[in-house]
């Protein structure tokens, strides 16, 4: 079955940077399009990042252009989040997420917090 593992959350100062990670397992990776959404408390889950099947196109939400990278090693079943220069708006669950066989799949989540 389809799995989605995030990893790499915690507390950063303002300014610091974090690189997610998200181990995919239980479907073809390299076939699909790969997502990273955040969810703040008292807010909707709001598109982040999302990459191609073969790393080629990214897009990113305006709030992130600019610090922050999405990335994809289809050798490893990984798509990564590098995030620079973080806010304290940025502070959310992160989640991944995949689109296959008619349904979304998502991660548990993983807690960012930016404060000093």
């Known amino acids: 079955q389809v799995q989605l593992v995030e990893s790499g959350g915690g507390l950063v100062q303002p300014g610091g940077s974090l690189r997610l990670s998200c181990a995919a397992s239980?479907?073809?990776?390299?076939?699909?399009?790969m997502s990273w959404y955040r969810q703040a408390p008292g807010k909707e889950r709001e598109l982040v990042a999302a990459?191609?099947?073969?790393?080629?196109?990214?897009n990113y939400a305006d709030s992130v252009k600019g610090r922050f990278t999405i990335s994809k090693d289809n050798a490893k079943n990984t798509v990564y989040l590098r995030m620079n220069s973080l806010k304290p708006e940025d502070s959310a669950v992160y989640y991944c997420?995949?689109?296959?066989?008619?349904?979304?799949?998502w991660g548990q989540g993983t807690q960012v917090t930016v404060s000093s």
């Open positions: 990459i191609t099947s073969t790393g080629g196109t990214t």
């Open positions: 239980g479907f073809t990776f390299s076939n699909y399009i």
């Open positions: 997420k995949t689109f296959r066989s008619g349904r979304d799949y």
